[in-house]
């Protein structure tokens, strides 16, 4: 598994991006999936995750806002993020367990301009 995230940049307040990851290889190995965010001084939060079960798991601070979707087909993780603010700048990292192995992607970043 060699994770690969794009689609950070920089935006203004209000705007949306969308991350990608690929090189999960078969979803339908993989466990837990998701998508965290690593600030300066701070510990990497969880921004979105989807479980074994296929829940759908986001912060309060990201409801409504952030929606994350996986294509069996091609492979891939998303994150749609919307009505982006200051605060929800940061490095984004994908993450899976496949087969109960953690695996991290380089991450990508997004900065977002008030």
């Known amino acids: 598994v060699q994770l690969q995230a794009s689609g950070g940049g920089s935006v203004q307040a209000g705007g949306s991006l969308t991350l990608s990851c690929t090189g999960l290889?078969?979803?339908?190995?993989?466990?837990?999936m998701g998508w965290y965010r690593q600030t300066p001084g701070k510990e990497r939060e969880m921004v979105a995750l989807i479980t074994p079960g296929g829940d759908k798991l986001l912060p309060d601070s990201a409801k409504g806002r952030f929606f994350i979707s996986r294509d069996s087909a091609k492979n891939t993780l998303s994150l749609q993020m919307n009505s982006l603010k200051p605060d929800d700048t940061g490095i984004y990292y994908c993450?899976?367990?496949?087969?109960?192995?953690?695996?991290w992607g380089q991450g990508t970043q997004v900065t977002v301009s008030s």
């Open positions: 290889g078969s979803i339908t190995d993989l466990k837990f």
């Open positions: 993450y899976v367990i496949r087969l109960g192995t953690p695996y």
